[in-house]
């Protein structure tokens, strides 16, 4: 149960997970099939693809390479 737990700690808890480096992106892709579908490696592609184009609009150094 939550109740009884200090908000504060509750908190920096949070604060100091958002400060390590999140799993890499193509663990969504690479981490969830033994093989990936088809369809898995077209999103992985689109998903490369658009970071390239657009990657300086997100925090990409907040990810583990």
Request: hydrophobic share 30%; aromatic share 10%.
């Amino acid at each position: 149960s939550w109740r009884g737990v200090d908000p504060v700690q509750v908190m920096e808890a949070f604060e100091a997970a958002e400060r390590k480096p999140k799993p890499s992106p193509q663990l969504l892709f690479s981490d969830v099939y033994r093989e990936m579908t088809p369809n898995l490696r077209r999103q992985q592609a689109q998903l490369e693809r658009h970071l390239q184009r657009y990657g300086e609009h997100y925090n990409l150094h907040h990810f583990q390479a």
